[in-house]
């Protein structure tokens, strides 16, 4: 049971030590003073019956000396009248003894009758004899250890001349009423107390454990590789849980930053990787490449070609020249020269492409917005829109929708590519345009990878977003920074 309440939250576990600590003082405050209100009302108790027992043992004195039993029966009635607001708490019985321990007079005398032994009244008078030791001659409270009842004894005696004793009966349960009506008063005063102090304590021991628990969640997100900030009007405070937050706070920036040059320095050897690949690569189709251009150039060269083999040449040279260039854009190099785009190389894709659209019964929307050449290279666009196209193609379901839109502006070409499709995750999305980064199986991860260098080597700029259950690429291209 202590385990589990140990193992609490905070949030709980505050608020209900404090609770316990205020309910706890409570109690011994409370308990402390009742034990002290008791003490002095039986010291009260007492004091007014010494101080009624020696007014009464002068007036018993003149009574007694003359044998004067009647009036000596009136002044120890007396007190029974009423009690008063000096002396609220009366004695239960009053009775004088002579100086051989034989009642005198009594205020019950049916059960008290006079020259009864003193020890033969009650057990409790037995051990008060047993008890008896006046020897000075003042007021004395004897409380035998066993007896229900405490006796006042006043010795009846003036000029040393003693003749008798007077003996006032107080029941031990006499000061219970009294006692109960202070312990009462102490009971509403606790429960005020606690009404006021534990709202408190459980406000301010909420306030005070939400800030730890906050920090022990990040904390959790912290071991994890996943640190999030500490918004500051959680706790604006600059004491030690104030200085954890910022400990923490300055922390997660700090792993936030190496992770993020982690992954920098991972993306840096990836390109580089490409990089030799691609070196590699670019010199075993560069030679190919020539050859199959200069043999187009010297069909062309051919005055009795019919136009459709021209018209199909042309294609096959555009195609060619779009490789070369898309070689030289695998390299990352500074800059290719090549012919503006002009609006036959859209038509060019439509073209090439319209064979896999039909395939998978696409409702493909192609929406161009070219009337003339702008000064885009051709090779670099085309490589853009197919790689774009050919991704929307695969990504869209069967019979599903997709389409282009080429527009362009006084200073930019904007080109806009969307199709049906599961979103991309948050995850994918932050590392599309990574080297081998794929969301297929058969897919090898570089056409988006070209892409993007592409377009920032065209110093234009890309993005993908999930847009109303679709996915859209948009790429958008300056004009004044064409080759």
Known sequence: MMRAIFNLSFRYKMPLWGSFLIVTTAIIISATLLFRAYADLKVDLLRNAASQGNTLAISLFKALLHDDVWRAYEIITAPFHGATPEFPVQAETLLVVNRTRHVYVSTRPEEIPMLTPLARIAPDYA???ASWNLRDGHTRVIEPEGAGRIFVVTPIVEESAE????IQVFSKSVLIPRFLESADRAAMMAGLVLTILLPINWYWGRRTAEPLATVADSMESLARGEPQPLPAHVYAYHDEVGRLFESYNRTAEQLRAKASLEQEVLRSERLAAIGRLAAGIAHEVNNPL???LTAIDTLKQRADLDPKVLKTVGLVERGLNQIADAVRALLVEAKVQSRSLAPEDVSDVQTLLHAQIARKGLVFEWRVNMA??????ASLFRQVLINLVLNAIQAAPEGGH????????PDRLTLDVRNEGPPLSDELLQHLFEPFMTTRESGHGLGLWVTYQIVRQLGGHIRAENEDAAVRFFVQ???ENAA
């Open 127 to 129: 051990l008060l004899e």
């Open 163 to 166: 003749v008798g004793t007077l």
């Open 290 to 292: 020539a050859g199959m």
């Open 372 to 377: 003339s050449q702008v000064s885009l290279p």
């Open 402 to 409: 997709a389409g282009v839109v080429v527009s362009v502006f």
């Open 477 to 479: 291209l300056p004009l």
